[in-house]
Each structure stands twice: as C-alpha cells, then as structure tokens.
C-alpha cells in the first residue's frame, strides 16, 4: 500500500496526465492533438516512476503502455530541443522544430517503448505503424526501423552484460520473453474448432472488457474531479481489494502434491518459482498462489508453459481469469500509470488454458499452446490489432509454427469483438474527447458539403494591417490561423493571399517591424529574422500574448504579413462534399482548411474548416437530422 | 533447352509483358498506372506456365516474384468479374468495379504471392505494405493479413496432405523453408566488426547489381525490340551460357572426401543431396556441383547449413558466387518469367558464406549465419526493403534470435547502396517510362506554380451539351476527364460545375436520353441507368467509341451532363505551389486535379493536371532551367 500511494501521490499531486496506459494519448497527439502536457518532461518523471510503483504495489498492471508513453515523452524532450527550465539543452536538436520532423520523432519513441517492453523490435515497428501513427510515410518505417534496431542490440547488450545475475529481475528469459518453442504443434479439426471457439469467445470477452472498461473509466472520473486526495483514496481502495483476492484467494484453492521426480523444485524455495507453498505442507503447493503471488512475468511463462499438463487445476484458472479479468477493469483508470496489455494476457492466459483443460483429451495442442491462443485472442478483442500483435506474440513466444493459428484467432476474435464496440484505446481517446480525426469520412458527410460546417464568425487580416486590429484579433479569439487577404491598391480586387498562424503573428509584432503607412516592407523584413525565429516552440512554450509590449503609437502602425503568410493554403470550394473535404484535411495532416466561395463577386473567402468543424458532435449538433449511419 | 525454349515462345508470341519479374509492373499499376495488359488472363497463363518451364530449365531465376505477379493477375481477373471470353463470370464480383478495391483486391494479390513464395504471412503482408502498395489504410492491412492467414492455412494443410512425398519436391522443408535455428548464437566484437563489413560490402554489390541490371536491361531491349524471333535466340544464348558455368565449372573444382560418418549420405544417391559425386570417385564429392546442379532452394539450404563447416572450400564459394553474380544480371530481362529473390539470395549466402570462411577462426558464429547475413546484406543492398525482408528472412529460417543482427546488417547495406543508386524495381519502373508517383515532391517543384505547368488545350463541356461536340471532343483527343462548366440560362456567370470522366460520357451516349433543347433531365435520366452500369470496366474492357451507334439526327440534340458529372473535383487555385499540389495529388490518389483561376472574371477553369504532368520529363522539358537537385 505504500507503494500503491507513492505511485497515487506522484500522479495526482505532479502530473495527472501521466495516470493510465498513456497509448491513447500518444495515438491522439499523433494525430494532430496536441494536448496540455501529454508529453511533458514531468509526465515523463512521473510515467518512470510511478509505472515502478504501481507494478511493484501488486497491481494487475502492466507496463508496456507506460513504456511506450516513456519513449514518446523522451522523443517529444528531444524534439523541442531539451528543456530549458532543467538546463538541458542541446543547439543540432532545433531541425526538429517543425511539425512532421517532432511526429515523426515521437512515433520512432512509442516504437522504441513497445521494443522494449516486450523485446520485440519488428513488433515495435508494426505497433506505430497499426496502432500509434496516423500517417505513414515510407520514410518513417525506415526511421523506426532504426530506432528498434538500436533498442534490440541495446537490450541484447544489457542482458549480455546482466548474465551473471545482478541486475535483479532483469534478463530473465533472455532476449526472447516466453520461450515456448517446441516440437512440430500437430493440430486437427477438433483442435480447429476448440481454436475457432477461442477466438468467437475472446472477441465476446474482449469486447465486454471495453464496454466496462468504459463504464468504470467514466464513474472514476467523476471521483478523480473532485481532487487529488480523492484519486489516492480511490487508488488505496483497489490496493487493499488486489491484496484482498491476491491473499485471499489461494485459500479456496486444495493443495496439490507435487510432480514426481520435482522434489528438488516443488514447492518452490525463494520468491518467484513455480510451485509456491503457501499454506500447504511440504511435498505439496498452491497453484492459485503460484501465479496469483508472482511476477506477472512469471505468472506468463508458468500458464504458457507445457511441461506439464496438470500443473493448474479447472478451478485455479477459472478463480484466476475471474479475478483478473475484473481486478484488470476496475484497476485501469486509477491515478497510476498502468497498461493493459499484461492484465489481458494473463486473462487471456489462463481463459485458454481452461478450455485447452476442458476441452483436454480430444485435443492434439498442449495446454499451453492454448494458453498462448487464449491470449492472443483477448489481444485481438481488446486491441483489435492484428499484424503487429502477431509479430509481438511471435516474438515474445519463438514459436513460428503456431503463426498460422494464432493468426487465426487474431482474426476471428477481432471481427467478433468488432461488431459490438471500437477498441479499448480508440474508446478512451472518445471519452477523453480528444478531437480525433477518423481516418475514413462518416457517411453522413455526404448529405453535406464544407460551406454547411463553416463556423464564424471569420477573421480576416489585410494583407498590410494595422497592429492594433491584429492585437485586438490575438486577444480576442483563440484562433492559430487567420486568412489573409489582399485589398485594393495591392491587388485589382479583393483576393485571397494565403493564411498566417498566430505563433508567426506573435514573432512578427514581437519584431516590431511596423511603418507608418500601408506599405510593402517584405524584404526589408526578411533581413531581421531567422528562419529558426519561427520555428515550433515545445507545447506550452513560446512567445505569448502577454510577451509583447506594444506601445499606444505602434498600435496605429501598418505591419505588412505578406512574408509570413502561407501563401499556398489548401482550399477547398464552399460546395465541395464535405466527405471529399474531410478526406483532403485528414489525407494531409492539415490544421486550417479554408473554404472558398463557388460564385464570384463575394468576399474570397468563406471560413476556415479546423478538426474541430469535422467533429461527430459538431457536425451533428448542427444538423441534428443527418442520422449516422452505424 | 527446350525447356527455355518453351518458356520462351510463350512469353514471346503470346504474353510479353510475362517477361520479367513482375513486382515493378504490379508497384506501378498500384500507383494508379493502368499499364496495358499487365495483369492480363493471357499474362497469368504465361507468368504460371513460363515460370515453371523457365525455373525448370536451370536458369538463375526465383518463383517468387512472378508468383506476386501471378497472385496480383488472378486478384485482378476476380476484380473484373472473371472473364466473358473465356466463360467464367460471378455476379457478386461486380462490387470490385471500382478503383478503390480492385486496388485492394490487388494488392492483396501480391501479399498472398509473398506469403506462398516464402511459406511467409506475415512477411506478405508487410511486402505489399512496404514495397508494393503506394496508398495504406489500415483496412487494407487487415484484408491482406486476412488473405496471407488463409494462404498460410491452405499451404499448412496442402503440406500435411503432401507429407506422405507424394508431390514431388512441394513440402520438403515444411512450413520453415530453411530452418536454421539452433542454439543461442553468441558473438563478440569481431564478429559484429565482420557483420558490419558484411553490410558495407554488401551494399556495394548490391548497388553495383542494380547499376548492371539495368545496364543489361537497356541493351536486351534494343535486341528484344526487333521481334520475338530474337527474343527467343536471346533466351537460347543465355540458357546456353547458364548451362556452360553449371556443367563446366565443377570441373574446376577438386575433389572432397566424404565428411567421416556420413558414408551412407555421401556421395548422394538420387538427384538432390547435399553431396554430390560428379567426376568423383567413391568416397570423394564435388563441392561445387553440390550447389550449382541442385535446386535453388537445397542449393540456399545447403549454404545456410552449419553441420559441416568445411562442406565447401573458399574457392567454390568464390567461384560460385562469381558464376551466380553474373549469371543473375544477364538472366535477368529476358523473355522468361524471372524472380530476383532467388538469385540475389544465392550469390549473397555464397557471399556471405565466403567471409564467414576466410575470417574463419576469429569469429564465434558459424558459416551458415554468415551465410544467412551475407544473404540479407545483398536483399537490402539491391531490393532496398526492410521490416519485410527483415520478416521473410525470420519466416524463412526460424531463427530469431539472429533478428539483432539481420537487422543491423539490413540498414547498413541498405544505407551504403542508397547513396549510390535506388532499388532495383524503382530502378526497373524508370527504365519502362511508366509515370510514376513519388510519394514526395522534388525540391525543384518548390520554385513553380500549379498554373505553371498545365498543358493545353483545354477542352470543357457545358452543363447540357451538344452530342456532336462531345463526340467530336471524345474522337479528338485521348483525354479522360473532362471539366463541366455551368453557363446562363442555369446559372449567373460562368461556374465550374465539376468533371466528367470519358467512360460516364459513353454510358450516357449509349443511353441515347437525348433532347431537342437545351434543357435539365437529370431526374428522368437517373431512372433508366443502374449504378452498376457506370461500374469500372477491365483494363481494355468496357465501352469504346466505336460501339456507339449515333445518327444525324441525334448528333444535333442535347444531352444533360449534371447527372454523370462529379460536382466535388478537388481543386487547386492556380498559384499554389507545384510541390503542394503534387502532394495533394499524390496522396489522395487523384487522376485530375482542376486548376482554377486566383482572379475573378476568367473562365472558371485554368486546366486539369494529371500524372503526367507531375513527372519531372514534362516539367523539366518545361523549365529546364529548374536544376533538379538531387
């Protein structure tokens, strides 16, 4: 418990955001959401530690998510050129100061954690490629490439270096985590459909494991609101019922007499073996206690193991699926760093390994297989991965001959799981509200075309503008871009010129660049700036309004914006399909897309679309009576 | 001979674009470059008989990538409803006329080849992804890892039938083409230090391979050029040659005596053994003969096996390595169905196999890994791949505690060739001319405008036009699409009313819903046509200018075009940037973007800029003063 409240102090006094697996926010800032402090170097502090704590408190926790949300932390530090307020800094780091080159950065960081974590470097690619990224370039599975390959000769080094046994826990297993590597796995149709009935019940399991995970996520947000005691409170809350079922459990559960010929392992002498005493005489164990009081690695590799098929009774797994599959739901959402995927492989574990028992003699697959299929098939009903999940379980497992089937049960269970909800993190980035932008157009974007969604009212900048007008534009709005247009003398007529962000505006008048008149001073201008005057300050950081000290005579100056605008925006026609409009601004990653007027004679331009104007709520808000289609 | 010789005559007289590889052909048509024939019925005949008449003949050829090529060609028969010439045709395939999945199913098509090529799922999926594909949606990572899960079951159950040996030379090896995994390999710095200079050489050959394929490519085609009689005395020459090094160059070789204990293994008896006798008395075997008069696939077996580390003498692996080298590059580019993977694998084991020997006692890890690394350093050195040859490798030999390494030797190799040259399919796609997209702008388009390169003359409709002018506009030129513009009575001024392709124009000709004046009949129209009636053809399929049967009396009327026009085209103004607007073009898979005028009072439409007009022949032909940086 003592843990459990370092690691609930951490999260709720320093860095809330680091609570959780942290997937969901990466996934979400990749996509172009760039929330407060997600990746901050105090979440990254509190995501280290706290992670420590909770996995060690006993939680039914895992910390692969943590690990990714670590490595995404430390690409994003790195990314905004260290941090100034810890005196890190480093001057090469500045190319990195522009949208893509930091998302790229980060991307290579959540493969790095999912490297790591399960030692699967090809794993780790195909996880930001599936599940983290929203756009890929081929550039960037090079770069990943790279990043895991570095990872896995780093961790291949440490275990190298950790052989001898003083790094603790770590090195167990060597470089492959849970060696089940076996003889030729021989199947036939009973064991197909056995096979077949995991996956249909995994994607049912998995999917139900969202649907409460979501309604326990959603009452846990209505206590953490009311404070940071609250947070420790409902955390030492599921403390005490973890160590309740971890301790209380095994009683239920007869001792079994140990293996012949295992005198020597059974039961288990020290901390994490296979054969744990617990209250049982000598010559026998508790087989509950032996994967519910372990490691959760260790847990892993006893229910994957088969050397021996009656190792764990029925009821120890059924107890122990029961147990974690709830202790999994009601733990995730408490004010610690905690990931998913060890709750639901050790459900998924130890569901196979009961059917493989049930099922036991008309079977040809050993038990453990089973328990591998078992907990492929929670993976592919929670995640709804399937490429990279299968190469992490091929990695983690070396057993390339149970590809095929695990294969299998990835696919079924996640098209069984599909057709009730989305998955877990796609779940939590929607009950964040974070504003993520689908990869495909909602069908009912059809009904309606980009002019429909515009919201004012518009802001628009003269191609020379008066300072004050800008400032007042600044404060005023939240706004990051504004259109500029071109009026009478610099143009015949009115016409668009292209579209300034504020952060430009910002260093702009913190140039003080201005003239009397509205003139043209473009080159004049370009002299006094570097283009690294405008590079993408870290989140948070950078000029701010409150920065600028503009006097009463500068605010009746002229400031001309045309070299800092953007004078090539993408448009799209007020009459476009806004489907075929949300394609272009999700295609391209863009932030502003501005709508244009179909019918000349009007002013050029008719409003700005944001992420935002594309949202369901919106979108529907608006227009109520365009029914979404499921 | 003969064999070749009927290779030959089938590629030459019935289907040349069988000829070759494959992959490049298939790159391109997903990068919307709807080649002639390319996946044509005929194409698939001849890809699956000339491959098997041309692996059959000796020559240093793979099955792999003709077997991409033979899966994209049936996924591409499938998607165009089967065949009407030849009586095979399935109603429900008509949900694949459409651009969007015929891609799909095509792409899927090519993961599938991979993954029965390689007995490699998951390597299949990530080909199509890394290598094949030019557009990804994550649904399209779901539908081929569900085509390679039901070709890794399928080739898994056709094994099991083929264990009893009934099927000749199919299911040796299993489901692991060439196992190697063996115990822990360990290794110290030598031998990274040689695996290092392994990828540096690596690369070297690599790209020096390129350069002389291509080379050799340029000057076959002058000869392939003057008619298929000499294609075929091309393919006689090189079968000839193929024939001299395999029969002759043993002779070079001394004898081996037999490995002690193998007495009963050694020389073989029967065709393909690990040890064969040649011009060797009892007791003594012919190294090389071993590899080079032996299937490719025992020959690869034979290089990666580490039992004997002295089966083969340095100067066999030089001269094999030599032999295969060059063999490889003249083979390649004739009128036979040839795969690149098998040769490069072979030189690049023998390669590799070579350094492991001559560094021989420094080194912890055996001959056959190096054999395995030197193979993977020439992969990447010439294909330019990574996660997926990193992948297929793993699938092929099982071994995945040598993925560090693989990985390493990957990006070296890959990183020394790039700065020389680009992979080889590139290379192949440049050489056929065939328009390519880029996924990235060229620096040069930086300096130009959108409006900069549109190639007149443009040809627009009005809203309700007259059949003579389409007709006339549909014979004149070869132009596919064709821009719409409203004009009074139907609306103010001039307005861009969307784009109208060729085939929709035809469909609605040969509906015949004319009228005697210039009025809307959009709503009466849309009840005679179904929408499967616009559905996209096979290539050379569908509706041409001459089925169209049109009078006199007929060509003076009018036919409303709004019903078969696309309203949303996307759209750019004609002073965006060139590099955008290809960005643009490229990304949302576009085939016309419509230019439009920055100033009011213009015609509504500047011009339609297609694939063509992005590639860097038309723009530098334009501008030749934009020095292509490189």
């Known amino acids: 418990m003592i843990l459990a409240i370092c690691a609930a102090a951490l999260c709720a006094f320093i860095a809330p955001a680091a609570a959780g697996s942290g997937i969901p926010e990466v996934k979400a800032y990749l996509n172009g959401v760039d929330g407060h402090s997600i990746l901050a170097p105090s979440t990254l502090f509190v995501k280290i530690f706290g992670s420590i704590f909770g996995v060690s408190a006993g939680f039914v926790v895992g910390k692969e998510g943590p690990m990714v949300h670590t490595g995404a932390c430390i690409a994003n530090f790195l990314g905004q050129g260290g941090s100034r307020k810890y005196h890190l800094t480093w001057k090469w780091l500045r190319y990195f100061k522009n949208d893509r080159d930091r998302r790229d ?242 459900a998924g574990a130890s569901y196979g390994r009961f059917v493989g028992r049930l099922l036991g003699s008309t079977l040809n697959l050993d038990v453990g297989l089973f328990a591998l299929l078992g907990a492929a098939s929670f993976l592919g009903g929670t995640m709804r991965m399937t490429v990279s999940l299968c190469i992490i379980l091929l990695e983690l497992t070396n057993d390339l001959l149970m590809l095929p089937l695990v294969m299998l049960v990835l696919l079924i269970s996640k098209t069984v799981a599909d057709s009730f909800n989305k998955g877990v993190y796609d779940q939590i980035v929607e009950m964040k509200g974070l504003p993520y932008m689908e990869a495909h157009a909602e069908p009912y974007m059809r009904q309606l075309v980009a002019g429909d969604v515009c919201s004012g009212p518009l802001i628009t900048f003269s191609g020379v503008e008066k300072v004050s007008n800008i400032l007042h534009a600044l404060r005023m709005t939240g706004h990051n871009g504004f259109p500029v247009i071109d009026e009478p003398p610099f143009s015949d007529a009115p016409e668009l010129c292209g579209l300034v962000l504020r952060s430009h505006l910002l260093v702009l008048l913190k140039g003080k660049k201005f003239a009397k008149n509205q003139v043209l001073t473009g080159s004049e201008f370009l002299r006094m700036f570097h283009a690294f005057d405008f590079a993408k300050p870290g989140s948070g950081k950078g000029l701010h309004l409150e920065d600028l000290d503009i006097s009463d005579d500068e605010m009746e100056m002229y400031v001309d914006l045309h070299p800092v605008t953007n004078t090539s925006p993408y448009t799209v026609v007020e009459t476009m399909s806004l489907a075929k409009a949300s394609v272009l601004f999700r295609q391209l990653g863009l932030r502003h897309l501005c709508v244009v007027p179909k019918t000349p004679g009007r002013p050029p331009i008719v409003g700005i679309l944001t992420r935002h104007d594309f949202m369901p709520e919106h979108v529907l808000g608006l227009y109520p009576h365009t029914i979404p289609h499921k």
Chains 1, 2 share one sequence.
């Open 105 to 346: 950065l980060i991307t290579c960081g959540a493969a790095a954690g999912v490297a790591a974590a399960f030692r699967s470097p090809v794993g780790g690619v195909l996880f930001a490629l599936e599940e983290a990224a929203s756009w890929w370039r081929s550039a960037l599975l090079w770069r990943t490439f790279f990043t895991t390959a570095v990872v896995a000769m780093v961790v291949r080094s440490l275990i190298e270096i950790c052989r001898s046994g003083k790094c603790g826990l770590f090195g167990q297993g060597g470089l492959i985590m849970f060696d089940v590597n076996s003889a030729d796995p021989s199947y036939n149709t009973p064991d197909l459909l056995a096979i077949m009935l995991i996956g249909v019940l995994g994607g049912i399991f998995g999917s139900l494991y969202n649907y409460l995970v979501d309604k326990v996520l959603r009452t846990y947000s209505i206590i953490n609101e009311r404070g940071p005691v609250f947070k420790v409170l409902l955390v030492i809350t599921v403390s005490l019922l973890t160590s309740c079922c971890a301790f209380g459990l095994p009683w239920l559960i007869k001792c079994t007499s140990c293996p012949i010929g295992m005198e020597k392992e059974c039961p288990t002498i020290g901390r994490f073996g296979k054969y744990r005493s617990f209250q049982c005489q000598p010559g026998y164990y508790n087989d509950l206690a032996s994967i519910f009081l372990n490691t959760s690695d260790n847990a892993i590799r006893n229910l994957f193991s088969s050397t021996n098929e009656d190792e764990f009774k029925l009821s120890t797994l059924f107890i122990f699926f029961v147990a974690i599959y709830f202790l999994g739901i009601v733990t995730y959402g408490i004010a610690v760093p905690s990931g998913l995927f060890i709750p639901v492989i050790l």
